[in-house]
């Protein structure tokens, strides 16, 4: 109980500085591929500042309450992971604050963040079912042996001895897929975009101005923490070496999702669906059939 | 034994006053009153029923005797009632299935084989949370029924006015539920089936247009091919197993005996439940006027097949019926919920999400451990609950603005707020996070993964993104904000106000006493209906979360509420690439003419539509019933032999 609540507090007041700098290291290192020499790695804490102090242009109250309650949930499922509690109510709770961000966006009735919405749902439908697969892929992993399957995240970690991956190495490669979709980079980053010089502007969050972006900003450093540490999920173990392999792997992984981003040009929300579930079906589904057969 | 005798035969009564009740105001008073009547005597019911260990009335006697004469004498009116439309509207099929059915019925009876000295009534905790529903949501329909269909006559002068039969067939079918879920005696249940089946299909064809008559005649045959599915399991049982009540059947010794009379009855379970393939039927039924379509389904018909299922559940756990039942209910969770991302017609969207809950709790039902069975109830509730209120907004929306679809909803929060909101509560009762949907999906889903079976995870999975897709689609339809949009002047009713509100202060009660709810009713149920001590499902630290949560949607809107109306904002206008006319709802098109701004949902017609996936997936469970009732068949006689 008292390690939940101290995981808890550090995420809540630590994951938006760990956020902000990889948002920052996440832009140098593009410049850097790019060839540029990119902003200063505190950029996206000067950008949140600036923000906040700008006016708040709203086009109707309801999205001020829909942001807030996007923020809130999406904090509130880093806090119950990094708290250690059910892997499944995370999950869901995700859901329900993705939900809160479509709602903002819809109830402007402006034609550009209602198409970012719509295609955010798409991005929703394509995830949804390996997010919930990778809790599953937890619960068959953690059931091998002579231990009952447990949703728990604590116990997910220090069950063995073993990292999970090893486990689960298909849910993993199919829950890196649906990270590209989660990160919004490109080629899913079909709902919003880091650029407004395009069809569908600035996408989901074409109606957002000043604070309540800054707050938008804030909660995808929020929800980037929480999802890196779901990767970290898949290494940590009982064991003391998991900590440092797992800081590892999140780092290779998101480097692996900035040069992907880099390379690739945005595709249609279609071929997004299709991909993100034939990978869930082929490495995701197959990877748990073949561990329920221990 | 009192009340339960009084629920049965009070509706009837009810039904034979109404057809003599010509006046409007008359007719409001009678159903008014009897609708609270039913109410309080399901409440003392239940208040007598629920803390027992499940009370028997009526063994072998002269009374049950003269019962089974009636019953049958009903039967025969029935299938000649129903012979005599079928020849009329030339769907001989029907009658035919009719006949057959009766007739294998009537020979048991008269051939003495059906004499039973067991109880006929059988009143647990089960059948309480059913009559509870049944008297509750039913009456409330009816209720909301009689302002409706003034309204709708208005608006339909086409349609001829059959309210002297439309009333009394509402109750005749609330009466039917409560003899079919306090029935012990499998006869008798068959014989309230029969009635559910038949006063549904005569429901559908109110209009007497031939879509409606089509559409009738497709539940009529579905039904009546459970049904007969239905008689052939109580053929075995009386003749095979010397067993005629439904407990003796599901507590019976030997489970392989037993194997095919289930899978006969989960056969019909699956019918009255719209499964795939049977789906039509319920969508069908939508020609009907709202009240129809609330009423099977929410508190009736439907929820006959998914009551059975949950009483055979023990019976099927690890069984091959319980993994037909599993299967067909799992997939037809997937299925449907993609059909209803394909559909703009809010009541066809509501059809299919009703025959993907069904799916849900089919699925549950079939894999028969504690936990899923915990869900199926818990899902029943909310489902009935959720539903019926949702198919009466629709209605109502229907009746104030011309049209159920939603896209014509676009904005509704602001033209019609109060409609809106019920909208809001039932989507967000069906499917938000902390409400029952989840809470009972999640359970469904451990229970799935223990049982090996990862086939129904991998349905709940892609099931439950195309769930979320519907849904959220439909919630942001109708909240969005148009700045000075004119309220929709609606007439409804007080009647149908009552309902709402009573339907959406249900809902909100629900889900606040969740907890408790499991805590103090579904446990001790699933206790009786596995004959254990105890049972706990819900562990003490997932409860401590669910508070938490349940306090943060209520808190969060109240606290975001207060701070927005400290913020001063001067209203804006989206930007629309810099072609606004100055409101929100214009921009100015290439030839400089202002064009009205219009914003479709998406409905994924290419990928998920009903010409692309209707077909391959009602083969695919036929061929899973056939193979599964095939199968056991084979083991059986493989047993014999």
């Known amino acids: 109980m008292v390690g939940s609540m101290i995981g808890i507090v550090l995420y809540l007041v630590f994951a938006p500085f760990v956020g902000g700098l990889i948002s920052g290291i996440d832009r140098k290192l593009t410049a850097r591929m790019q060839g540029r020499i990119g902003p200063p790695l505190l950029q996206p804490f000067y950008d949140v500042r ?28 880093g806090a119950l992971f990094y708290g250690g509690v059910n892997i499944l109510l995370v999950v869901f709770v995700l859901t329900t604050a993705a939900m809160f961000l479509v709602l903002e966006a819809t109830t402007t009735n402006s034609p550009f963040s209602v198409m970012g919405a719509n295609r955010e749902m798409m991005q929703m439908l394509s995830y949804e079912p390996m997010v919930l697969l990778t809790a599953v892929g937890f619960y068959v992993a953690t059931g091998i042996g002579p231990h009952d399957g ?4 604590s116990e997910i970690i220090t069950h063995s001895d073993i990292p999970n991956v090893v486990y689960l190495p298909g849910v993993f490669i199919g829950y890196l897929y649906i990270l590209t979709i989660k990160l919004r980079k490109s080629p899913f980053d079909i709902s919003m975009s880091h650029h407004a010089h395009q069809e569908m502007v600035k996408g989901i969050t074409t109606e957002l101005t000043g604070g309540m972006m800054a707050l938008i900003e804030i909660s995808h450093w929020y929800e980037n923490v929480f999802l890196l540490g779901l990767v970290a999920l898949f290494i940590l173990c009982s064991k003391w070496w998991s900590i440092p392999l797992a800081l590892i792997v999140c780092a290779a992984a998101f480097f692996l999702e900035v040069l992907i981003d880099n390379t690739s040009a945005r595709v249609k929300w279609d071929l997004m669906l299709k991909s993100a579930w034939i990978i869930t079906l082929v490495f995701g589904a197959i990877n748990i059939f073949i561990l329920q057969m221990f | 034994m009192g009340f339960a005798a009084f629920l049965i035969l009070f509706p009837f009564l009810a039904a034979a006053v109404l057809i003599f009740t010509k006046n409007n105001s008359a007719r409001k008073a009678v159903v008014f009153s009897s609708g609270i009547i039913i109410m309080a005597a399901a409440v003392l019911f239940s208040v007598r029923e629920f803390p027992g260990s499940g009370n028997a009335y009526l063994g072998q006697s002269h009374l049950t005797h003269r019962i089974d004469n009636i019953m049958l004498a009903a039967e025969l009116f029935l299938m000649a009632l129903v012979v005599v439309l079928s020849v009329k509207h030339r769907k001989y099929y029907a009658g035919l299935l009719s006949v057959i059915g009766t007739a294998a ?62 009333f009394p067939m509402l109750f005749v079918f609330l009466g039917a ?22 006063s549904s299909f005569l429901l559908i064809g109110y209009t007497r247009t031939k879509k409606a008559i089509d559409n009738s005649f497709r539940a009529l045959w579905m039904n009546l091919l459970g049904g007969l599915g239905f008689a052939a399991a109580i053929i075995y049982s009386a003749i095979m197993l010397d067993v005629t009540t439904l407990s003796g059947l599901v507590n019976h010794g030997t489970p392989s005996l037993i194997l095919i009379p289930v ?90 999400s009703t025959i993907s ?25 909310f489902h009935a609950v959720s539903k019926s209120m949702m198919f009466q907004a629709v209605g109502a929306i229907e009746n104030a603005t011309g049209s159920r679809n939603i896209e014509d909803m676009h904005g509704l929060i602001m033209s019609a707020p109060f409609l809106a909101f019920v909208m809001v509560i039932g989507i967000a009762g069906m499917f938000l996070a902390p409400f029952g949907m989840l809470i009972s999906k999640w359970a469904a889903l451990k229970a799935f993964i223990d049982a090996d079976n990862i086939v129904l995870v991998l349905f709940i999975a892609f099931g439950s993104a195309t769930t979320m897709l519907y849904w959220t689609k439909w919630l942001a339809k109708i909240l969005v904000c148009k700045a000075h949009s004119h309220k929709v002047y609606h007439r409804t009713a007080g009647g149908e106000w009552l309902s709402l509100l009573s339907h959406a202060f249900m809902m909100i009660m629900l889900c606040l006493l969740l907890p408790t709810i499991s805590i103090a009713v579904v446990e001790p149920l699933l ?95 036929v061929v899973m019933i056939v193979a599964f009732i095939g199968l056991s068949v084979g083991t059986l006689s493989g047993g014999v032999i």
Not at chain 2, 179 to 197: D, H, K, P, Q
Not at chain 2, 330 to 340: D, H, N
Not at chain 2, 551 to 573: D, G, K
Not at chain 2, 612 to 620: D, G, Y
């Open chain 1, 50 to 77: 600036k923000l906040i102090n700008k006016e708040i242009l709203l086009i109707n109250n309801m999205q001020f309450l829909f942001a807030w309650c996007f923020v809130i949930f999406i904090a509130f499922t």
């Open chain 1, 150 to 153: 447990t949703f728990n995240i």
């Open chain 2, 105 to 166: 019925m009537t020979w048991l009876e008269v051939s003495g084989r059906a004499a039973t000295d067991e109880a006929h009534i059988y009143c647990d905790k089960l059948t309480v949370i059913m009559c509870l529903i049944i008297a509750f949501i039913g009456s409330l329909i009816c209720i909301y029924a009689v302002g409706y269909m003034v309204d709708y006559h208005n608006h339909h002068t086409e349609y001829r006015d059959r309210r002297t039969f439309f």
């Open chain 2, 177 to 198: 539920m409560f003899g079919l879920v306090m029935s012990a005696n499998l006869n008798w249940i068959y014989f309230f089936w029969e009635v559910t089946s038949i």
């Open chain 2, 263 to 352: 899978i006969l009855l989960a056969f019909a379970a699956l019918t009255k439940s719209a499964q795939l393939p049977f789906s039509k039927w319920l969508l069908g039924a939508m020609v009907a006027p709202t009240p129809t379509s609330a009423l099977l389904h929410s508190a009736t018909m439907v929820k006959a097949g998914v009551y059975l299922l949950i009483r055979l559940a023990p019976a099927m756990h690890g069984e091959l019926s319980g993994t037909m039942t599993s299967l067909v209910g799992g997939f037809t969770f997937l299925i449907a919920s993609m059909l209803a991302i394909t559909v703009s017609d809010g009541k066809k969207v509501l059809a299919y």
């Open chain 2, 357 to 381: 809950n069904l799916g849900l709790i089919t699925a549950c039902a079939g894999v028969g451990t504690k936990e899923t069975v915990w869900a199926a109830v818990l899902l029943l509730m």
């Open chain 2, 527 to 621: 206790a009786q209906l596995y004959n254990v001590k105890s049972v706990s499902v819900l562990a003490p630290e997932d409860l401590v979360i669910m508070v938490i949560m349940l306090v943060m949607v209520f808190v969060i809107p109240v606290v975001a509420r207060v701070l927005t109306s400290r913020i001063n904002t001067t209203p804006n206008l989206e930007y629309m690439g810099g072609v606004n006319q100055g409101d929100d709802r214009h921009f100015e098109d290439s030839f400089g003419n202002p064009k009205n701004m219009y914003l479709s949902g998406w409905y994924l017609e290419d990928y998920f539509g009903e010409k692309k996936i209707w077909l391959p997936s009602a083969a695919i469970s």
